[in-house]
């Protein structure tokens, strides 16, 4: 594709097609992404449809890691030299051209120029082998372009050009003619290859500058090992890293990149995990933690089990969301898109009227010809195509660079309109790893006797996914309960699980001792919050003053209720995270409404609100109110992000203007998600809306340039000034113009690589 308007005729090519529902292709990065039914069309066909419109296509690896394939990598780098190769030629063709031309252009006679350069035949020469030669692709796609009935740039290049030519070889070969008719039989060689020259180092820089716009992927596949060493019959062996299959054990050693994910079955070591999460600390890692595939292990040994390869790691997820970002349009692409479909049928009948003005109005053939050519060579819609998938590739690939994966351009160009951030608390503002902090029962302070009652408790939560329920599960763990399988177990969301536990012989005894459960007899368990409990009419108040008293302190409290009555209360604390008051404040300084949206109690909730510094509090929300309560946010007016962690927020994700999933949290929470937070630190939230504002304003100072560019160009080279100033522009000046218009577009976007984002607050 040579411009947008090539990009426009190759949608609608595809969306001709029936079956196809969707198609969407972005002229920055040569790629389309189609839906369609495969009932009515497939691949091929869409191929076939690509090519039948004069371009060619072939399908994307389906591996994000996979590295661009030898023949591919040869082809780019060869027409990257031939490109090369033709701007050295015909630049050096276009200089003796330019010097040829001197004493023409001048009126004088240049002593140290000899005739023969200056001579029309010789330059007509010189000029055919720059258009035929380094220009072909200009004109072979503009016959391409008239055979489908439609137009790009290279069409406006091509009768630009070509009618300099053309026209210089009438006073070439008739010169007498000319004279006779009271006209210099002047020749414009030089101006149609000095323009094909320029455009071509256009071509070349814009190609050159593209390819750094795709350097954070390019970064992220760096990062990949290329072997493994895995254990295999007590004896290392190194492996290619295509051939690590899940299972299998692999060893690490300090300095070596972590080849794929898995989990650590022996040894510890420090992680420098910066490469997904944007955070510089290392992180601690031992046995049974996690390790992802392309980190960097910084100080010990250890062997961990692969449990993701190839396109299924982590590091593959990024790229492939990074790849699908990049290819996405915004909506703030659509006013380019329009501009684009009739700029180019625009610009040609701006040509002939300018043409048709100056020849007949003016009578003046000269002033007709440079103007027509100036219009044709100066127009870019190259410009307008460039100026928002080139800012959203850096600013994607950016926000991986931090730690935030950014689904879709629209996600990224909303986000800097927000108005209102929705926290969840629980993992979200607190670390989601709760501690009991206290156990209290009906029968007093928890000591050996009441282990028993713990046992029933943390066999029921051991098959919740709650952080609570974890929280419960560790104390038991800690107290050296040993757990029993529960039957008929049943979470009922925003309130608390239940379940049958088989009861132990020794009941509750002062002499407790654990012993076999006895199959004859089972406890009808309930474990959750106290507003549950008084619904199902269990009478709570014996421990009611103690109940106040954990609130008070921003307990999270438990209750545990054995058939039918209330045993025993847990306090459970869930300490803040370390960033995340200073990235409420960073928020709040933005301008941002930050709201506190929990299932928890209210006072608990005011108790973390205020520590963090939040006003607006939402509290005792259960999950299947937690969309509605988004919906009432934004009933006010606001534009709303709801960042969350957990399954009960996937509704809320999926309701909200912008969902930001905690990329610690759940997979249904990241999949609800337009953002995911790699690292779970709030600062994540202040650094995607700053990376947004930042990439939204890059769009708009390309497409403030390019709209300019042209809507000034244009009208200077039809020669509006030349009555007021007698100013007229050079149809060279117009294709240097022309040629650094898209090149200054894409570097105005690379500056969004020194983006770094800034605590304000």
């Given at each position: 594709?040579?411009?947008?308007?090539?990009?426009?005729?190759?949608?609608?090519?595809?969306?001709?097609?029936?079956?196809?529902?969707?198609?969407?292709?972005?002229?920055?990065?040569?790629?389309?992404?189609?839906?369609?039914?495969?009932?009515?069309?497939?691949?091929?066909?869409?191929?076939?449809?690509?090519?039948?419109?004069g371009y060619g296509a072939s399908p994307m690896q389906d591996d994000p890691l996979a590295p661009e394939d030898d023949q591919e990598q040869h082809r780019r780098l060869a027409e990257q030299?031939?490109?090369?190769?033709?701007?050295?030629?015909?630049?050096?063709?276009?200089?003796?051209?330019?010097?040829?031309?001197?004493?023409?252009?001048?009126?004088?006679?240049?002593?140290?120029?000899?005739?023969?350069?200056?001579?029309?035949?010789?330059?007509?020469?010189?000029?055919?082998?720059?258009?035929?030669?380094?220009?072909?692709?200009?004109?072979?796609?503009?016959?391409?372009?008239?055979?489908?009935?439609?137009?790009?740039?290279?069409?406006?290049?091509?009768v630009g050009t070509g009618t300099a030519y053309l026209y210089s070889l009438f006073p070439t070969s008739f010169p007498q003619w000319f004279t006779q008719q009271g006209l210099r039989p002047d020749v414009y060689y030089e101006a149609a290859s000095v323009i094909i020259?320029?455009?071509?180092?256009?071509?070349?820089?814009?190609?050159?500058?593209?390819?750094?716009?795709?350097?954070?992927?390019?970064?992220?596949?760096?990062?990949?090992?290329?072997?493994?060493?895995?254990?295999?019959?007590?004896?290392?062996?190194?492996?290619?890293?295509?051939?690590?299959?899940?299972?299998?054990?692999?060893?690490?050693r300090p300095g070596e990149n972590i080849p794929v994910d898995g989990e650590i079955v022996a040894g510890a070591s420090t992680v420098d995990e910066s490469m997904v999460t944007g955070e510089s600390m290392a992180v601690q890692k031992q046995l049974g933690d996690e390790v992802v595939g392309a980190t960097l292990n910084q100080t010990g040994s250890f062997q961990f089990r692969a449990t993701r390869v190839g396109k299924d790691t982590f590091l593959a997820q990024i790229?492939?969301?990074?790849?699908q970002a990049q290819g996405s349009k915004a909506p703030i692409q659509r006013l380019a898109d329009q501009v684009t479909s009739w700029f180019v049928p625009a610009v040609i009948a701006t040509a002939i009227l300018t043409f048709v003005v100056w020849f007949n109005v003016m009578g003046n053939l000269t002033m007709a010809l440079i103007t027509t050519v100036g219009v044709l060579i100066i127009a870019c819609p190259c410009a307008l195509g460039l100026a928002t998938p080139t800012s959203i590739m850096v600013g994607t690939g950016k926000g991986a660079e931090n730690g935030i994966l950014i689904k879709g351009a629209d996600s990224l160009?909303?986000?800097?309109?927000?108005?209102?951030?929705?926290?969840?608390?629980?993992?979200?503002?607190?670390?989601?790893?709760?501690?009991?902090?206290?156990?209290?029962?009906?029968?007093g302070t928890a000591d050996r006797n009441e282990l028993e009652l713990l046992r029933l408790a943390a066999s029921v939560e051991r098959n919740s996914e709650h952080p609570l329920a974890a929280a419960v599960v560790r104390y038991a763990q800690s107290q050296s309960v040993e757990l029993t399988d529960s039957q008929e177990f049943e979470a009922i969301a925003g309130s608390g699980v239940q379940g049958y536990v088989l009861d132990c012989k020794s009941g509750y005894r002062s002499d407790y001792s654990p012993e076999e459960p006895d199959e004859t007899s089972v406890r009808w368990v309930q474990i959750g919050t106290g507003r549950w409990l008084n619904e199902l009419q269990i009478d709570t108040q014996a421990l009611q003053q103690?109940?106040?008293?954990?609130?008070?302190?921003?307990?999270?409290?438990?209750?545990?209720?054995?058939?039918?009555?209330?045993?025993?209360?847990?306090?459970?604390?869930?300490?803040?995270?370390?960033a995340s008051i200073s990235a409420i404040r960073t928020l709040k300084s933005m301008g941002l409404e930050v709201v506190m949206l929990t299932g928890d109690n209210q006072r608990t909730a005011d108790v973390i609100a205020r520590e963090v510094g939040i006003q607006r509090v939402l509290a005792e929300v259960r999950p299947d109110q937690k969309a509605a309560a988004i919906a009432a946010i934004q009933?006010?007016?606001?534009?709303?992000?709801?960042?969350?962690?957990?399954?009960?927020?996937?509704?809320?994700?999926?309701?909200?203007?912008?969902?930001?999933?905690i990329g610690t949290g759940t997979d249904v929470a990241i999949a609800a998600s337009d953002i995911t937070l790699i690292s779970g630190d709030l600062q994540g939230i202040v650094t995607a809306i700053q990376l947004s504002r930042a990439t939204i304003r890059n769009i708009r100072q390309n497409l403030f340039f390019a709209f300019i560019y042209n809507l000034a160009g244009i009208p200077i080279a039809a020669g509006v000034l030349y009555p007021i100033f007698g100013w007229l522009l050079n149809p060279i000046i117009a294709g240097a113009a022309m040629a650094f218009s898209s090149v200054s577009v894409v570097t105005n976007a690379l500056r969004l690589r020194n983006f770094s984002p800034k605590q304000v607050g």
């Open positions: 594709m040579s411009c947008a308007a090539c990009a426009s005729n190759i949608e609608a090519a595809i969306r001709a097609l029936e079956g196809v529902e969707a198609c969407s292709v972005n002229f920055a990065i040569e790629q389309a992404t189609v839906s369609y039914s495969p009932s009515q069309t497939n691949l091929t066909a869409i191929q076939e449809a690509v090519l039948a419109s030299r031939q490109l090369a190769r033709k701007v050295w030629i015909s630049g050096l063709i276009s200089s003796l051209l330019v010097i040829g031309s001197l004493p023409a252009m001048t009126g004088l006679s240049i002593p140290w120029i000899p005739a023969w350069l200056h001579h029309p035949w010789l330059q007509m020469f010189l000029t055919s082998v720059v258009l035929v030669w380094a220009g072909r692709s200009f004109f072979v796609n503009a016959w391409k372009a008239l055979r489908r009935h439609t137009a790009t740039m290279d069409t406006l290049v091509a020259t320029l455009l071509l180092l256009g071509r070349l820089l814009e190609h050159r500058a593209k390819g750094q716009t795709s350097a954070a992927i390019r970064k992220l596949i760096g990062l990949q090992a290329k072997t493994a060493r895995l254990i295999r019959n007590g004896q290392e062996v190194d492996v290619p890293i295509a051939e690590v299959a899940v299972g299998d054990i692999v060893l690490v790229v492939k969301l990074v790849q160009e909303l986000a800097h309109q927000l108005q209102t951030i929705v926290l969840d608390k629980t993992g979200t503002i607190t670390q989601g790893k709760p501690t009991v902090t206290d156990y209290i029962t009906i029968r103690q109940w106040d008293r954990l609130e008070s302190l921003g307990r999270t409290v438990v209750w545990i209720a054995v058939d039918g009555n209330a045993e025993a209360i847990m306090g459970i604390a869930d300490a803040v995270k370390p009933s006010e007016g606001k534009i709303v992000a709801m960042v969350g962690d957990g399954i009960n927020d996937a509704p809320a994700l999926a309701q909200a203007d912008v969902g930001m999933a």
